[in-house]
């Protein structure tokens, strides 16, 4: 008779599902995971029923170091440490930022963009200097279970281009132009969340 201990595999907790769900989203931010790439691991971590599951979706990454056995995860029933990535800025002018349970406030200036990733939290994303007549602005937001607020002058024109799963995007009435002060196009894909556009405060009642 074998007096070896069997081993035991143990459940993934919520809590274990999204720790991973926020590393992958933050290596997609600063251009190590393409999107494709990205919703496979993201699936396959929803999907996980047992912990040692879940790192080797982030063993290739540097954001999984030290994630690589389950002591690692959060511990079954903790809750996700809130974190805000540093906002990487690439050389042609996109800044790329990952928000948990957090958020920042990012300026753009003309020529800039944002690529970004919301978990349960999101950025304050104003585009006042990043907009004006003739411009057209594309900003790739994803977010799940969370978003950003994306403040726009008056006179811009909204385009949707984005995939919603039990989300989407709020286009506030004013904040809906006819074009005269550039285009603002959205994509990425919302999941159980999504982004508000307002119009900048102090152009309410200009």
Excluded: C
Excluded at 6 to 18: G, H, P
Excluded at 126 to 133: F, I
Excluded at 177 to 201: A, H
């Amino acid at each position: 008779m074998d007096d070896q201990p069997s081993s035991r595999r143990l459940r993934a907790s919520d809590a274990d599902r999204d720790a991973i769900l926020a590393l992958l989203n933050e290596a997609h931010a600063v251009g190590r995971l393409g999107v494709a790439d990205l919703r496979e691991r993201q699936e396959a971590a929803l999907h996980a029923v047992f912990v040692d599951e879940l790192p080797p979706l982030v063993a290739d990454l540097p954001e999984g170091v030290g994630w690589g056995a389950p002591a690692g995860l959060a511990a079954p029933g903790s809750a996700m440490v809130p974190r805000s990535g540093k906002a990487v800025v690439t050389p042609d002018g996109v800044t790329m930022t990952a928000s948990v349970m957090s958020g920042r406030r990012i300026d753009l200036e003309p020529g800039q963009s944002v690529r970004s990733i919301a978990v349960m939290g999101g950025d304050d994303i104003h585009l006042g200097a990043a907009l004006g007549p003739g411009v057209t602005l594309i900003l790739e937001l994803h977010s799940l279970m969370g978003g950003n607020n994306v403040y726009v002058p008056s006179g811009v024109r909204i385009v949707e281009e984005t995939h919603g799963v039990m989300g989407g995007n709020d286009i506030r009435k004013r904040a809906q132009g006819d074009g005269s002060n550039g285009t603002l196009i959205l994509r990425g894909w919302q999941v159980i969340g999504g982004n508000y556009v307002k119009l900048e405060k102090n152009e309410w009642w200009s």
